[in-house]
């Protein structure tokens, strides 16, 4: 019997697909819609196992609506500017275009041979000017409405990048990218004002009943709606300032406050400017980057000015004013009161500058409270507190203390945001250029809408650090209407990129604007997005802001949330390897021999195995996708990647589960040649109708686990077709019935294993009408069921009988059943309480 010759068959129908244009999105949109998007992939020149997860669970969801007969958009583009190309072409004198293209043209072969679903004609890239065209188009509607700004401020500066990097492109005070600590920088950049929408952005995510609740969750504390109070601290100084306000969620603690402190940024540090220690304090914090995290983490340190705050609610209460690193100019008004006994971060500050730490919160009513090295930031009663003291904290006291504060116009109750506005300029060649200009005052112009797009200068080499952009005369100055002018030299963040590239999809090929209001109507929002986890703050909330801002003050469009609905996949992991002096190993390196893991090159060294983790190049433990596919062919990738755990897990990578899903794919050939064995045997009759019911059933169980995501059971029902099918064929069963059931089987793994089922429906010569099986329900339903047999309530066995079965009838069979038998032995039976088809509750 032949084996499945994968290579040839997989080649046939990639070469089908494309040829026939089988998956081009249709222009009828008479029809149900349903737009399915995966993550915007970065050319990086290989795909890796992530990509082939990812992509793998959105063409099941696709193939499966395209069978249901939905108008399905199921695209393909590529978030190509960015840091990497740049570097890359310095490391290997290339023009970054060259490498970016050269990439694409390699991962589009390498994703066209999983055979997915994709209408490859909608392809866009975002480096290209017919896409970043349209972007700047935005970037000035938006400039227009005063969502875009600059301005002169601190920033996060990646060293070995050399570029800003937003707060959420900081990963544990490192740049995502190049993982260098971040340095605090101040330039004038250009900001989108997401923070106006922050309230709409928390409160939508209500609405987004499709969404994972744990990426909702990241959203909303990353939004950190919080409310509170502005206080007002009165200052004795020599200087011409007479009160410091600041932000708090807490004012219930102020009688438990020892000190004030300022961002290094607050305008009242222009009063210290030539103080020197000041000065090298300033410098001190520039080693630490701009984010919460970063400064959460590092060493808390202050310079003691000579102001004093009066606290607000006692003014006979004098605490001395401090600038500390801890504080953020961006957040509430860049001041803070301290209260070292219920903050960790003010108790650490309290400790090393010897300053008071006075409990105002216990725990238990009339109990003091003794702080050492810990805060307590737990509930209880305010004492230590004057007019406060007993009252619940902080349910009741925070109310009181805001009631006190605005009587005595102190204070005044406050909403706050946790959110940054997003700063969008990097010191960069490779990406979207900005469409401003400046005069010869240095005032900012929009570059007039019949110059766009700003074009790129073709660069052939990139060897130098910094921006190539600012010294690119001929192309940074430019003259309109003999007026001088200087370009814009930064480029936009890539994440603008990927913040909108969704609506181009719908139309692809438009000229005059970035989407036709027509095609956004009828395609958006996005039925199903799928992407990693990673993605919950940089690209989903950005897109979300994005929208937002499109529909700001406009007429015509009005969609405030992109995609319906998300489901993030997990990683593909793999061992991790190290030889002897802890050198990351890679699999490629490693053979096995009597069962110990050696090295290839020395089958003497053992090399030391780690735990199992996501696949990274840093750690060597990727497996290239391409050589699997080659090996075992797209489908049994395929197979593999969604049969080892639910596709929101992680899965496992191993070679004897690869291995398996192949010799699963050779199983189902097998069966393949015995349908067609005994479709040639042409009995006349069936000899009953187990494989209609099994056909019924099968689709059945798929289409409820396509709904829930269950991509894993699905490959287990396969495994358990399979075996039934061997066994139902061994029943004689006519040609005209073998045919119509099997093909629906086809149809149904289609959507798993599209190759291997294209090849066994054309071998049956019944192409045609090729739409998702309808299953028949009164076919589903079990004609036996499983009833639970209990003594005095207590469950002693199960039992199975055919469904309604008279209650007389099943206790007969109870009382001849081994198990139960001896239960009753001498005993009387009071009654019985049945459920029909369900539960025999005997009571003895």
């Given at each position: 019997?032949?084996?499945?010759?994968?290579?040839?068959?997989?080649?046939?129908?990639?070469?089908?697909?494309?040829?026939?244009?089988?998956?081009?999105?249709?222009t009828?949109?008479?029809k149900?819609?349903?737009y399915?998007?995966?993550?915007?992939?970065?050319?990086?020149?290989?795909?890796?196992?992530?990509?082939?997860?990812?992509?793998?669970?959105?063409?099941?969801?696709?193939?499966?609506?395209?069978?249901?007969?939905?108008?399905?958009?199921?695209p393909?583009?590529?978030?190509?500017?960015?840091?990497?190309?740049?570097?890359?072409?310095?490391?290997?004198?290339?023009?970054?275009?060259?490498?970016?293209?050269?990439?694409?043209?390699?991962?589009?072969?390498?994703?066209?041979?999983?055979?997915?679903?994709?209408?490859?004609?909608?392809?866009?890239?975002?480096?290209?000017?017919?896409?970043?065209?349209?972007?700047?188009?935005?970037?000035?509607e938006?400039?227009?409405k005063?969502?875009?700004?600059?301005?002169?401020?601190?920033?996060?500066?990646?060293?070995?990048?050399?570029?800003?990097?937003?707060?959420?492109?900081?990963?544990?005070?490192?740049?995502?990218?190049?993982?260098?600590?971040?340095?605090?920088?101040?330039?004038?950049?250009?900001?989108?004002?997401?923070?106006?929408?922050?309230?709409?952005?928390?409160?939508?995510?209500?609405?987004?009943?499709?969404?994972?609740?744990?990426?909702?969750?990241?959203?909303?504390?990353?939004?950190?709606k919080?409310?509170?109070?502005e206080?007002?601290?009165?200052?004795?100084?020599?200087?011409?300032?007479?009160?410091?306000?600041?932000?708090?969620?807490?004012?219930?603690?102020?009688?438990?406050?020892?000190?004030?402190?300022l961002?290094?940024?607050?305008?009242?540090?222009?009063?210290?400017?030539?103080?020197?220690?000041?000065?090298?304090?300033?410098?001190?914090?520039?080693?630490?980057?701009?984010?919460?995290?970063?400064?959460?983490?590092?060493?808390?340190?202050?310079?003691?000015?000579?102001?004093?705050?009066?606290?607000?609610?006692?003014k006979?209460?004098?605490?001395?004013?401090?600038?500390?690193?801890?504080?953020?100019?961006?957040?509430?008004?860049?001041?803070?009161?301290?209260?070292?006994?219920?903050?960790?971060?003010?108790?650490?500050?309290?400790?090393?500058?010897?300053?008071?730490?006075?409990?105002?919160?216990?725990?238990?009513?009339?109990?003091?409270?003794?702080?050492?090295?810990?805060?307590?930031?737990?509930?209880?009663?305010?004492?230590?507190?004057?007019?406060?003291?007993?009252?619940?904290?902080?349910?009741?006291?925070?109310?009181?203390?805001?009631?006190?504060?605005?009587?005595?116009?102190?204070?005044?109750?406050?909403?706050?945001?946790?959110?940054?506005?997003?700063?969008?300029?990097?010191?960069?060649?490779?990406?979207?250029?900005?469409?401003?200009?400046?005069?010869?005052?240095?005032?900012?112009?929009?570059?007039?809408?019949?110059?766009?797009?700003?074009?790129?200068?073709?660069?052939?080499?990139?060897?130098?650090?910094?921006?190539?952009?600012?010294?690119?005369?001929?192309?940074?100055?430019?003259?309109?209407?003999?007026?001088?002018?200087?370009?814009e030299?930064?480029?936009?963040?890539?994440?603008?990129?990927?913040?909108?590239?969704?609506?181009?999809?719908?139309?692809?090929?438009?000229?005059?604007?970035?989407?036709?209001?027509?095609?956004?109507?009828?395609?958006?929002?996005?039925?199903?997005?799928?992407?990693g986890?990673?993605?919950?703050?940089?690209?989903?909330?950005?897109?979300?802001?994005?929208?937002?801002?499109?529909?700001?003050k406009?007429?015509?469009f009005?969609?405030?949330?992109?995609?319906k609905?998300?489901?993030?996949?997990?990683?593909?992991?793999?061992?991790t390897?190290?030889?002897?002096?802890?050198?990351?190993?890679?699999?490629?390196?490693?053979?096995?021999?009597?069962?110990?893991?050696?090295?290839?090159?020395?089958?003497?060294?053992?090399?030391?195995v780690?735990?199992?983790?996501?696949?990274?190049?840093?750690?060597?433990?990727?497996?290239?996708?391409?050589?699997?596919?080659?090996?075992?062919?797209?489908?049994?990738?395929?197979?593999?990647?969604?049969?080892?755990?639910?596709?929101?897990?992680?899965?496992?990578?191993s070679?004897?589960?690869?291995?398996?899903?192949?010799?699963?794919?050779?199983?189902?050939?097998?069966?393949?040649?015995?349908?067609?064995?005994?479709?040639?045997?042409?009995y006349?009759?069936?000899?009953?109708?187990?494989?209609?019911k099994?056909?019924?059933?099968?689709?059945?169980?798929?289409?409820?686990?396509?709904?829930?995501?269950?991509?894993?059971?699905?490959?287990?029902?396969?495994?358990?077709?399979?075996?039934?099918?061997?066994?139902?064929?061994?029943?004689?069963?006519?040609?005209s019935?073998?045919?119509?059931?099997?093909?629906?089987?086809?149809?149904?793994?289609?959507?798993?294993?599209?190759?291997?089922?294209?090849?066994?429906?054309?071998?049956?010569?019944?192409?045609?009408?090729?739409?998702?099986?309808?299953?028949?329900?009164?076919?589903?339903?079990?004609?036996?069921?499983?009833?639970?047999?209990?003594?005095?309530?207590?469950?002693?066995?199960?039992?199975?009988?055919?469904?309604?079965?008279?209650?007389?009838?099943?206790?007969?069979?109870?009382?001849?059943?081994?198990?139960?038998?001896?239960?009753?032995?001498?005993?009387?039976?009071?009654?019985?309480?049945?459920?029909?088809?369900?539960?025999?509750?005997?009571?003895?």
């Open positions: 019997m032949t084996r499945y010759n994968f290579k040839e068959i997989e080649q046939k129908w990639q070469d089908f697909w494309e040829e026939n244009k089988t998956f081009q999105t249709s009828d949109k008479s149900e819609k349903f399915c998007l995966e993550m915007f992939p970065y050319p990086s020149g290989k795909i890796h196992m992530g990509h082939v997860r990812n992509y793998t669970i959105g063409d099941v969801l696709a193939r499966f609506k395209k069978l249901q007969g939905f108008n399905v958009l199921h393909m583009g590529w978030d190509s500017f960015g840091m990497p190309a740049e570097n890359a072409a310095k490391q290997n004198n290339l023009n970054p275009k060259q490498w970016t293209e050269e990439n694409i043209s390699n991962m589009k072969r390498q994703l066209k041979k999983l055979g997915l679903s994709i209408d490859w004609d909608r392809e866009i890239s975002t480096c290209s000017p017919e896409y970043y065209k349209h972007q700047q188009e935005f970037f000035l938006l400039y227009d005063g969502l875009v700004y600059r301005k002169e401020q601190y920033v996060n500066w990646d060293p070995v990048d050399q570029t800003v990097l937003a707060n959420e492109q900081v990963i544990d005070g490192k740049g995502w990218r190049s993982g260098h600590p971040v340095e605090r920088k101040k330039l004038n950049q250009w900001f989108f004002n997401i923070t106006k929408f922050s309230n709409e952005l928390l409160e939508s995510l209500d609405t987004l009943d499709e969404w994972p609740n744990k990426v909702k969750i990241m959203q909303k504390n990353w939004i950190g919080s409310f509170g109070c206080v007002s601290f009165k200052i004795i100084s020599s200087k011409p300032i007479e009160e410091i306000k600041c932000f708090t969620t807490r004012p219930d603690t102020l009688f438990g406050s020892s000190f004030l402190a961002s290094i940024d607050h305008p009242l540090s222009k009063y210290y400017e030539e103080n020197k220690d000041f000065l090298d304090f300033k410098n001190r914090c520039s080693n630490t980057g701009t984010t919460e995290e970063a400064i959460a983490n590092a060493e808390k340190i202050g310079f003691k000015t000579d102001l004093i705050a009066i606290n607000p609610l006692d006979n209460i004098k605490i001395p004013v401090y600038f500390a690193n801890f504080v953020l100019m961006d957040y509430g008004l860049g001041a803070v009161f301290g209260c070292p006994a219920h903050d960790q971060r003010d108790l650490d500050f309290a400790k090393k500058y010897n300053l008071k730490i006075l409990p105002v919160v216990t725990p238990k009513l009339e109990e003091d409270l003794v702080i050492n090295d810990k805060a307590y930031t737990g509930p209880g009663y305010i004492f230590n507190s004057d007019f406060l003291d007993g009252l619940k904290s902080p349910s009741e006291s925070i109310l009181k203390t805001i009631e006190f504060l605005e009587k005595e116009n102190l204070g005044e109750k406050k909403i706050n945001f946790r959110l940054k506005d997003w700063g969008i300029s990097r010191q960069r060649y490779w990406g979207c250029p900005i469409p401003i200009i400046y005069d010869e005052n240095n005032n900012p112009k929009k570059v007039p809408k019949e110059m766009l797009p700003v074009l790129l200068p073709e660069i052939k080499k990139l060897d130098e650090t910094g921006n190539p952009l600012d010294r690119i005369s001929d192309w940074k100055n430019i003259k309109i209407n003999n007026n001088n002018f200087k370009r030299t930064d480029t936009l963040d890539t994440f603008v990129d990927s913040s909108w590239y969704f609506l181009r999809f719908c139309s692809p090929k438009n000229n005059n604007y970035g989407f036709s209001q027509e095609d956004v109507d009828y395609w958006m929002p996005v039925d199903q997005y799928i992407g986890v990673e993605h919950a703050i940089l690209h989903l909330l950005y897109s979300r802001f994005f929208m937002n801002a499109l529909s700001f406009s007429k015509n009005n969609l405030k949330e992109p995609f609905g998300l489901f993030t996949q997990g990683m593909v992991c793999h061992e390897y190290k030889d002897n002096n802890d050198n990351w190993l890679s699999p490629d390196e490693i053979e096995v021999i009597n069962g110990k893991k050696v090295l290839k090159s020395d089958n003497s060294k053992l090399i030391k780690g735990p199992s983790e996501s696949m990274s190049k840093s750690k060597k433990n990727t497996i290239d996708p391409e050589n699997i596919i080659n090996n075992f062919g797209a489908d049994s990738v395929r197979l593999f990647i969604l049969s080892d755990s639910p596709p929101e897990k992680d899965v496992q990578w070679e004897e589960g690869i291995s398996a899903s192949y010799k699963f794919i050779q199983k189902l050939w097998v069966l393949n040649n015995k349908f067609h064995e005994e479709i040639n045997k042409k006349l009759k069936d000899q009953d109708d187990e494989l209609i099994f056909t019924s059933k099968f689709i059945y169980k798929l289409e409820n686990n396509l709904k829930n995501f269950s991509y894993n059971i699905i490959i287990a029902n396969m495994h358990e077709a399979h075996s039934a099918l061997n066994k139902i064929l061994l029943k004689k069963y006519k040609f019935t073998l045919i119509e059931n099997y093909k629906k089987i086809l149809i149904a793994i289609s959507i798993i294993i599209p190759h291997f089922s294209s090849e066994c429906i054309d071998q049956l010569e019944d192409s045609q009408d090729l739409r998702w099986p309808q299953y028949n329900k009164s076919l589903i339903e079990e004609d036996e069921t499983n009833i639970v047999i209990q003594i005095n309530g207590k469950k002693r066995n199960i039992l199975n009988f055919k469904k309604d079965t008279k209650e007389d009838d099943i206790f007969e069979q109870i009382i001849k059943d081994k198990v139960i038998v001896k239960y009753l032995v001498d005993k009387k039976i009071k009654k019985k309480i049945y459920v029909k088809n369900k539960l025999m509750n005997i009571i003895i």
